[in-house]
T-cell receptor, first 116, second 117 residues
Framework: AQKITQTQPGMFVQEKEAVTLDCTYD???????LFWYKQPSSGEMIFLIY??????QNATEGRYSLNFQKARKSANLVISASQLGDSAMYFC?????????????FGTGTKLQVIP | DAEITQSPRHKITETGRQVTLACHQT?????MFWYRQDLGHGLRLIHY???????NKGEVSDGYSVSRSNTEDLPLTLESAASSQTSVYFC????????????????FGPGTRLTVL
């Protein structure tokens, strides 16, 4: 069974500062993928970034980077230079890579508020 | 542009009624999923399908059913709606996993807010 833990229900960050959203996971699968999604107040789920468990380098997408520490089973999202539009719920998720198995497990989310 | 749509966007119904939520995708994805989102629980998987005529139960499938008669649609039916099924429902789709595990992000619909009175 897979489990995703996001221990920060809510966070504040000053505009233009960097912020780290924590995510730890538990799985027995040898190969898996990790995702972060953003959900603004409008409700849609927006894909941000992906990290494969065998990727040698941490994933980056613009201002988003994923701090992947496999031994610690953590996949923290780092947002650099926060903007007001970054205020949203953020969900960490994972999916095993075994055979066509596509089920994604989500964490409970972190609500980020960017302060001007 | 390819997309995934859900209808209705908002629905109010009464306890005991049958309700069907529609999900339609034009990505031509084989995999489709239904989730419910509740405060404090994140998104939880209700049912999923890997292709036409294939359906599988997720972690919170009791009281829900799906059918997959074509690639584009995966309707979710609440056989007898209960107040505990008041939630926001998301449909998602993804490509089949290739031999080399990779991206395979799930594309989400805009969600349906269901209230059962």
């Amino acid at each position: 069974a897979q489990k995703i833990t996001q221990t920060q229900p809510g966070m504040f960050v000053q505009e233009k500062e960097a912020v780290t959203l924590d995510c730890t996971y538990d799985t027995s699968d040898p190969s898996y993928g990790l995702f972060w999604y953003k959900q603004p107040s409008s409700g849609e789920m927006i894909f941000l970034i992906y990290q494969g468990s065998y990727d040698q380098q941490n994933a980056t997408e613009g201002r988003y980077s994923l701090n992947f520490q496999k031994a610690r089973k953590s996949a923290n999202l780092v947002i650099s230079a926060s903007q007001l539009g970054d205020s949203a719920m953020y969900f960490c998720a994972m999916r095993p890579d075994s055979g066509g198995y596509q089920k994604v497990t989500f964490g409970t989310g972190t609500k980020l508020q960017v302060i001007p | 542009d390819a997309e995934i749509t859900q209808s209705p966007r908002h629905k109010i119904t009464e306890t005991g009624r049958q309700v069907t939520l529609a999900c339609h995708q034009t990505w031509n994805h084989n995999n489709m999923f239904w989730y419910r989102q509740d405060l404090g629980h994140g998104l939880r998987l209700i049912h999923y399908s890997y292709g036409v005529q294939d359906t599988n139960k997720g972690e919170v499938s009791d009281g829900y059913s799906v059918s997959r008669s074509n690639t584009e649609d995966l309707p979710l039916t609440l056989e007898s709606a209960a107040s505990s099924q008041t939630s926001v429902y998301f449909c998602a789709s993804s490509e089949s996993l290739s031999l080399t595990p990779s991206y395979n992000e799930q594309f989400f619909g805009p969600g349906t807010r269901l209230t059962v009175l």
